[in-house]
């Protein structure tokens, strides 16, 4: 069973953060902005129409007088740093899990003060009464279920959490503590929509699912939420114990009190730190950040992240805690001298290798370096292009989103895959994908070739398909067709002689896109992917159809 977990959720934080930074009250519509979305928007602009996501403009015309401001994580830890230390007066072990949200072992506080519900109220008075902000408390096993349960002011029975997550909406997961940054942001986002579109509404549904499929089709990120989803600890409970001398200082001298400087001090033990735990294969998933003034004064917080840490998301949260140790306090709290001496600690750590990291990244310790020695070993005896490694590229095409490049070559993307790129295929990809497209006849119930129109419709619906001159299998599901149309342009910009532009290096290329799913050997199927099935992705182009990938 995960160990109980108390934390202090406060809603709309960055909103919040934004509002006393600017010195307004708490009922004036407001909203936090990054990329014209909306970040996070305070209660009065909810109750106006205004949602998290929404564009700028649609969130204005919904709310004329509302209250812009831009995204600042520096802003959001700086003011946050009052809370901290509100929630660490009363109970030791806090860890910062963002802005916004803390976390602390709940058996303690629960002893000392008689029972959790009265940890949580004594938490709630001290909070309230040194910084006067509003926010909720919850407790449960794990963190993921404590932070549902802060986010409903709830205590969820010791060996409850499970049945507590199980109704609760699938966008929950959005409330997965790697949501501080914006790759976690947007693959949370990326994979709720997926599952949405899978038919998957609960946690519950999202937890029943086999931990290999969920590996293996949808990513080591959402093998994290799974796990959370499921009541268990975002990472195995087997954790390695720091060695003392992972532990990074510097001394500077002159001590600092201006975060500029100490920003510049923060990357630099950031790299030495990451540099130590590299050579040793391993990862920081919790931090420990300590400083002692010139005066004597000790300073200590601990940060933790469902992914590991990487040294600009170190250098980033020592910043944000500098800021708030220098300038988010009160008066009375912040430190008398400036920061003659940081140190970074790792308080956990856990294998590279265990939680999935590429292996192909240079920095992931000794095991990589033996790995590359290999492939370099390998090249000298069969020749540069015997070891090819993949590099995602941008593209609408399956075959265009993989290029392989020698073992050694600049693995840079020849197009941006983070681009939009409308038109391509959603996730999840197909888990074969032919060196070259197999060719396929779709036919109809008369078993005439099905083919498609000029405005892109299907000429009949698709009873059989045959692949490659095999044995037709009868198609069970089908959805579709989806025309693409690619480089369109390059025909207006021909001269009349048909030469085409400089700029266009491309022809343009037209093609409609089908899946369909096809009976196993000895039946129709059923609702879901049987034994036997497969589902195919297939293209028509050049007035056939081909296979270009299959998902089983």
């Known amino acids: 069973m995960p160990p109980r977990r108390l934390v202090v959720w406060c809603p709309d934080w960055p909103v919040v953060a934004a509002a006393r930074a600017a010195d307004l009250g708490p009922l004036v519509p407001a909203a936090v902005f990054a990329a014209n979305r909306v970040v996070a928007c305070s209660a009065t602009a909810r109750s106006t129409g205004v949602r998290r996501g929404m564009r700028r403009r649609e969130a204005q015309g919904r709310c004329p007088e509302l209250v812009a401001y831009e995204h600042d994580p520096a802003r959001d830890a700086r003011l946050f740093e009052p809370v901290v230390a509100a929630v660490e007066d009363v109970v030791p072990g806090v860890e910062v899990v963002r802005p916004g949200l803390v976390a602390v072992p709940a058996r303690g506080p629960a002893r000392y003060f008689g029972s959790e519900a009265a940890a949580a109220e004594k938490v709630l008075d001290q909070i309230d009464a040194q910084v006067g902000v509003e926010c909720q408390v919850g407790i449960a ?5 404590a932070v549902l349960a802060a986010r409903r002011g709830q205590v969820v029975e010791p060996g409850r959490s499970r049945e507590f997550l199980v109704p609760l909406a699938i966008e929950e997961i959005d409330q997965f503590t790697d949501r501080l940054t914006e790759r976690g942001a947007a693959e949370l986002a990326e994979l709720v ?3 949405r579109r899978l038919g998957i509404r609960t946690l519950g549904e999202f937890a029943a699912l086999s931990p290999a499929d969920v590996a293996t089709r949808f990513g080591r990120f959402a093998m994290l939420a799974h796990r959370a989803a499921a009541g268990r600890e975002e990472r195995p409970v087997l954790r390695r114990r720091p060695s003392p001398e992972l532990e990074v200082a510097e001394t500077l001298d002159p001590p600092v009190d201006r975060v500029d400087q100490a920003a510049f001090v923060a990357k630099v033990l950031a790299d030495r730190l990451h540099a130590r735990l590299a050579e040793l294969g391993l990862a920081c998933a919790r931090l420990g950040i300590s400083a002692r003034t010139e005066h004597g004064e000790e300073l200590h917080r601990v940060w933790r992240c469902a992914e590991p840490l990487t040294p600009s998301a170190t250098a980033d949260r020592v910043r944000w ?3 708030g140790w220098l300038h988010g306090r009160g008066r009375e709290r912040r430190p008398t001298a400036g920061v003659g001496l940081l140190t970074l600690r790792p308080e956990e750590v856990v294998g590279a290798g265990g939680l999935q990291l590429d292996l192909l990244n240079a920095a ?3 095991a990589d370096a ?3 020695r290999a492939f370099a070993r390998v090249q000298g005896m069969l020749g540069p292009d015997a070891v090819l490694t993949g590099v995602l590229d941008g593209g609408r095409d399956l075959r ?5 490049v020698p073992w050694g070559d ?3 993307p020849a197009l941006d895959p983070d681009q939009p790129w409308p038109g391509r295929i959603p996730a999840p990809s197909p888990s074969v994908v032919p060196d070259s497209p197999w060719p ?14 000029e405005r892109h419709r299907l000429t009949a619906a698709p009873r059989r398909v045959e692949v490659s001159g095999g044995r037709s299998r009868e198609v069970v599901r089908w959805a579709g067709p989806w025309p693409v149309a690619e480089r369109w342009w390059v025909e207006l910009l021909s001269d009349g002689a048909g030469q085409t532009a400089p700029v266009a290096q491309l022809p343009p290329r037209s093609v409609v896109r089908m899946q369909v799913v096809l009976a196993g050997e000895g039946g129709s199927g059923g609702d879901d992917l049987d034994e036997g099935e497969v589902a195919l992705l297939l293209v028509h182009e050049a007035s056939r159809w081909w296979v270009q990938g299959a998902y089983k």
């Open 141 to 145: 096993d794990g963190l993921f279920a």
């Open 193 to 195: 929509d997926l599952l």
């Open 321 to 323: 805690q500098l800021d």
């Open 364 to 366: 992931t310790g000794e």
């Open 370 to 372: 033996r790995a590359g």
């Open 400 to 404: 265009d989103r993989v290029r392989f």
């Open 410 to 412: 600049e693995r840079r």
């Open 440 to 453: 396929a006849v779709v036919l109809d119930a008369q078993g005439r070739p099905v083919g498609v129109t």
